[in-house]
């Protein structure tokens, strides 16, 4: 059964700074991987989608990358700033489209001003 | 884009009653529509999913006769929760897949609260 963890659970920075967000899978035989935000008591929104034949996807300060062989994924956020404070999810399509996405239980940022 | 809409975004019931909460996508056909629930703090769970004109397939764990899924058309999928208890209070959220496409693309709705008191 394919499972998708987050680290770190939470992560706190000052405005400014880079940051890493970590997703690993067990299973490798995904179909896509997206990064989503999702602010408190909110609906998700869709940042980068990464096919398993892609490496990475950038949208703005947002860079997301996937090494499918090892099962894992970072999203980089540039320039931190205290509107991405939000709680990042991580899922991934398993192996074929039309099925549904798994997700990680998230990392919560907060970016302090 | 394409838009998904949930309907009510929340709700509150009284325990042993039963709430429906839709799930329409607006300007695509879809013939599956997947149902999460997510608790406070916790990653979604994805519940069921839901294809057009067939029953739905739940997740191990997932009782469907108290989770009640409808995929009656291509644009609409309802979830009854039938005789609500507190611990179904819950955040409920559905997605879509376009009929036509690739099936890369998956929106999600925004979401209902569903608080049995």
């Known amino acids: 059964k394919q499972e998708v963890t987050q680290i770190p659970a939470a992560l706190s920075v000052p405005e400014g700074e880079n940051l890493v967000l970590n997703c690993s899978f067990t299973?490798?035989?995904?179909?896509?991987l997206q990064w989503f935000r999702q602010d408190p008591g909110k609906g998700l929104t869709s940042l980068l989608l990464?096919?398993?034949?892609?490496r990475e996807q950038t949208s703005g300060r947002l860079n997301a990358s996937l090494d499918k062989s090892s099962g894992r994924s970072t999203l980089y956020i540039a320039a931190s700033q205290p509107g991405d404070s939000a709680t990042y999810l991580c899922a991934v399509r398993l192996g074929q489209a039309g099925t549904a996405l798994i997700f990680g239980k998230g990392t919560t940022l907060s970016v302090s001003s | 884009g394409a838009v998904v809409s949930q309907h009510p975004s929340w709700v509150i019931c009284k325990s042993g009653t039963s709430v429906k909460i839709e799930c329409r996508s607006l300007?695509?056909?879809?013939?599956?529509m997947f149902w999460y629930r997510q608790f406070p703090k916790q990653s979604l769970m994805l519940m069921a999913t839901?294809?057009?004109?067939?029953?739905?397939?739940?997740e191990q764990g997932v009782e469907k006769d108290k989770f009640l899924i409808n995929h009656a058309s291509l644009t609409l999928s309802t979830l009854t929760v039938t005789s609500a208890h507190p611990e179904d209070s819950s955040f409920y959220i559905c997605?879509?897949?376009?009929?036509?496409?690739?099936?890369?693309?998956?929106?999600f709705g925004e979401g209902s609260w569903l608080t049995v008191v």
């Open positions: 990464i096919q398993s034949s892609q």
């Open positions: 300007d695509f056909q879809a013939t599956t």
């Open positions: 997605s879509a897949i376009p009929r036509t496409g690739a099936g890369n693309t998956i929106y």
């Open positions: 839901s294809n057009e004109g067939s029953k739905a397939t739940y």
């Open positions: 299973d490798s035989a995904i179909y896509n």
